[in-house]
């Protein structure tokens, strides 16, 4: 019989890396089987914030930019993170205006989701921006962004056919497409 309660002991904890956006520790523990074993955890020092900014036309707006990690170019919805300690809100409108130059209206949380909760804490909020106003983007200067104004049900099929590997933004489409289905939107 399974329960809800967490199986893992841990015997002992060591930091192994630290930087301004996350910190690797290494835990010795008892695994659910009663084994000995260790588990590496990272901890994220922001949330991942995402947000899909839908114009009236039902346009929206994505970033092309060379991600480090997984060496590839990858086209999203504008995101980025935001300080633990700061209203995600407030990250979510310094990102828009960041990446895409946009400030909107109404905005609208559309879920938390964590990612890769194997191995990370971290905790993904993506937003829902309306009534946007176009200004002049703003990036960070470790940042060289394309900005592509696109109609949303194109996006929505680069999702379905593959062309869009980025978890939240993959995410924050199906859940627009979801709403626009049931007439929420």
């Known amino acids: 019989m399974h329960t809800e309660e967490n199986p893992w002991q841990i015997t002992?904890?060591?930091?192994?890396y630290d930087n301004p956006w996350i910190s690797l520790t290494e835990?010795?523990?008892?695994?659910?089987?009663?084994?000995?074993?260790?588990?590496?955890?990272?901890?994220f020092k922001n949330f991942a914030i995402g947000i899909i900014p839908l114009d009236d036309d039902m346009n929206t707006y994505m970033v092309g930019q060379y991600r480090f990690a997984p060496?590839?170019?990858?086209?999203?919805?504008?995101e980025g993170g935001g300080p633990l300690d700061i209203d995600?809100?407030?990250?979510?409108k310094r990102e828009l205006l960041e990446e895409a130059g946009l400030k909107a209206d109404q905005w609208?949380?559309?879920?938390?989701?964590?990612l890769s909760n194997s191995v990370t804490d971290e905790l993904s909020i993506i937003y829902l921006a309306r009534g946007l106003k176009q200004f002049e983007p703003e990036p960070e200067d470790t940042e060289q962004l394309s900005l592509r104004k696109v109609p949303f049900a194109e996006i929505y099929?680069?999702?379905?056919?593959?062309?869009?590997?980025?978890?939240i933004t993959i995410a924050a489409v199906l859940k627009v497409q979801l709403m626009i289905a049931e007439g929420k939107l």
């Not at 995600?88 to 979510?92: D, F, G, K, R, V």
């Open 12 to 16: 002992s904890d060591k930091k192994i």
């Open 88 to 92: 995600p809100l407030e990250s979510a």
């Open 71 to 78: 060496d590839c170019y990858s086209w999203e919805i504008p």
């Open 157 to 167: 099929r680069k999702v379905c056919d593959g062309e869009i590997s980025d978890a």
């Open 108 to 114: 609208t949380e559309l879920f938390r989701m964590h």
């Open 27 to 43: 835990f010795q523990v008892i695994n659910p089987s009663g084994n000995p074993g260790i588990y590496g955890k990272i901890y």
